[in-house]
Every structure is written in structure tokens, then in C-alpha cells.
């Protein structure tokens, strides 16, 4: 049974960064056919996914992909060493206010099918 | 980007009701859709993918159906725990998008 336990501040202060790890137990971050997301929810934007990290065995490489609307101050890292992944969302502002959760997509066509439990992050100085 | 909406924002419905919401999208997304109920303070639980295949663990009184950029979710008779809030998604291409949901109430 895939697990993502999340894990990170509550509270960012404007103009820092929001810094969120994702530790999973049950599959691998370094897995050939998966992907590891975030997606965050506010209720202005309602579900908005952010980005996703995965390494593909055939070219020993790590991909990310990310949203246009954060690209330039987003960055998904994995862990191997920890088998987790993390967010880190530079430069924050009130409208990064939102649940954050990290998810597996066990392929690109396939659903979000694990999901963490969720961590509101606030931004308020 | 590709727009998901979906309507109603809101129903009200009974135990034991029949119950559909529909997701269109902007463009073709061919069979790549994906449904998922979410309850207050709980993520997302995925039901429904590839637009008509059943997630492990679901009950079959969920049924979806569609293709291209019309979908429906189709509830056949409502449990008091089906009431929550109901999102599509679209996974043909990136960025994934989500519709707005719909807030599924008891009457």
C-alpha cells in the first residue's frame, strides 16, 4: 500500500520561500513508471496542479514538468537517499495561500491515484 | 490550457437518488479523464479513470462515461457517504486541469 506523508511549515512569511517534503513509503521516487506531483487548493483557484518530478530507467535521467503559472519560482526535487520529494516555492505572496499535497500518477494518462494528507501553508507576515 | 467545467456547481439530492454530473472540456482529450470525490479536511480520492474504468476499492454504484469533451459521472443510488464534493480532471496533457466541482448535498 503506497503512503505520502507530508511534512513542512504552516506559516511563510511574503517575499519567502515555501519549502513542503513529500516522503513516500510503499513505491519508489526513483520508480520507472511513476510521477510525483504537487497540486495545491485554494478557494479562489480551486484545485490547480503545480508540477511533478520522475526518472525515466531508459535514459537514467530525472524530468519535471511545471505550471506556467509558477515556473519561474518553483523547483520539485527528489531524495533518493530518502525516498521523498519536495516543493520549494520561492518568493510567496497572500495568493500562495492554500492546502498543498503531493500525489503519485502511476503514468502520464493515468489519475492522481495516492495522495498525502494535505498541508495548509499560509502566507502572512 | 485546457478548461474543465463542470455543472452543476451544486446539487441537492436524497438517499437513494440517481445522480449525474457532467465535465466538458475546451478541447479533445480523447478518454483521458479522471473523476474524484473529496469530503471536508480530506484529499482528493480518485474513483473513476480513463473516463469509464472503476479505481480498485470503489463501489460499482459509480459509472462514468464520454469521450472527447463530454463526460458524465453518474451515481446510480445515493449512500449517505457519497455526499461530498466531486472534481473531473483532464489527463491528456500538461498542466493537468481540474474542473471548479460540484457540491453533491443532501436534501
Known amino acids: 500500500q503506497v503512503q505520502l506523508q507530508q511534512s513542512g511549515p504552516g506559516l511563510v512569511k511574503p517575499s519567502q520561500t515555501l519549502s513542503l517534503t513529500c516522503a513516500i513509503s510503499?513505491?519508489?521516487?526513483?520508480?520507472?513508471?511513476?510521477?510525483w506531483n504537487w497540486i495545491r487548493q485554494s478557494p479562489s483557484r480551486g484545485l490547480e496542479w503545480l508540477g511533478r518530478t520522475y526518472y525515466r530507467s531508459y535514459t537514467s535521467k530525472w524530468y519535471n514538468d511545471y505550471a506556467v503559472s509558477v515556473k519561474s519560482r518553483i523547483t520539485i526535487n527528489p531524495d533518493t537517499a530518502k525516498n521523498q520529494f519536495s516543493l520549494q516555492l520561492n518568493s510567496v505572496t497572500l495568493e500562495d495561500t492554500a492546502v498543498y499535497y503531493c500525489?503519485?500518477?502511476?503514468?502520464?494518462?493515468?489519475?492522481?491515484?495516492?495522495w498525502g494528507q494535505g498541508t495548509l501553508v499560509t502566507v502572512s507576515s | 490550457d485546457i478548461q474543465m467545467t463542470q455543472s452543476p456547481s451544486s446539487v441537492s439530492a436524497s438517499v437513494g437518488d440517481r445522480v449525474t454530473i457532467t465535465c466538458r472540456a475546451s478541447q479533445d482529450i480523447s478518454s483521458w479523464l479522471a473523476w474524484y470525490q473529496q469530503k471536508p479536511g480530506k484529499a482528493p480520492k480518485v474513483l473513476l479513470y480513463a473516463a469509464s474504468s472503476l479505481q480498485s476499492g470503489v463501489p460499482s454504484r459509480f459509472s462514468g462515461s464520454g469521450s472527447g469533451t463530454d463526460f458524465t459521472l453518474t451515481i446510480s443510488s445515493l449512500q449517505p457517504e457519497d455526499f461530498a464534493t466531486y472534481y473531473c480532471?483532464?489527463?491528456?496533457?500538461?498542466?493537468?486541469?481540474f474542473g471548479q466541482g460540484t457540491k453533491l448535498e443532501i436534501k
Open positions: 510503499g513505491d519508489s521516487v526513483s520508480s520507472n513508471s511513476a510521477a
Open positions: 500525489a503519485r500518477a502511476i503514468s502520464n494518462w493515468y489519475p492522481l491515484d495516492y
Open positions: 480532471q483532464q489527463a491528456n496533457s500538461f498542466p493537468y486541469t
